[in-house]
């Protein structure tokens, strides 16, 4: 797939904070870099809990902050991971980023075998809640 955003500019950016991610639970660290129109980069790590369910994937780690910072304009996402493969988003997160754009890049990259995969978010979450009235 075809797409105008800098692959390896966003990796490297999210493997900047991937020493950062906070799993003492699963030992699975994730980092996620978030690139918006105006061409800012909001970074992301997941965030565990001894309680699990309240661990934050790093995907919404970085959209809070582009939020935050005031953007909503995201055109791609990067999920950098130190496991075997490349990992998409959780379904969660595909929910939270086709908030602000449905189709999305999405890039998923493996520090460990150096594998990259490009796909858009149409593709791994063709169908989004969307509330009917809004
Ligand atoms: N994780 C993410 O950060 N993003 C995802 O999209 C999938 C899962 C994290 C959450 C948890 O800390 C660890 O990976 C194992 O599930």
Redesign the pocket.
């Given at each position: 797939m075809t797409c105008n955003v800098d692959v390896n500019f966003l990796v490297e950016k999210a493997k900047s904070v991937l020493g950062n991610s906070y799993?003492p639970?699963?030992n699975?660290h994730?980092a996620?870099a978030v690139l918006t129109k105006s061409g800012r980069v909001y970074l992301g790590?997941?965030?565990?809990n001894s309680s699990y369910g309240l661990?934050i994937?790093?995907?919404r780690s970085a959209i809070s902050s582009m939020v935050t910072h005031g953007e909503r304009e995201l055109v791609a996402v990067a999920?950098v991971t130190d496991m075997d493969k490349p990992?998409?988003?959780?379904g969660a997160?595909r929910q939270v980023i086709a908030e602000f754009n449905p189709e999305a890049t999405i890039i998923m990259h493996s520090v460990k075998t150096k594998e990259t995969i490009v796909m858009n978010l149409k593709e791994l979450y063709p169908q989004p809640f969307k509330l009917t009235t809004t």
């Open positions: 799993a639970y699963s699975i994730v996620s790590v997941n965030v565990e661990t994937c790093a995907e999920v990992i998409p988003p959780c997160c």
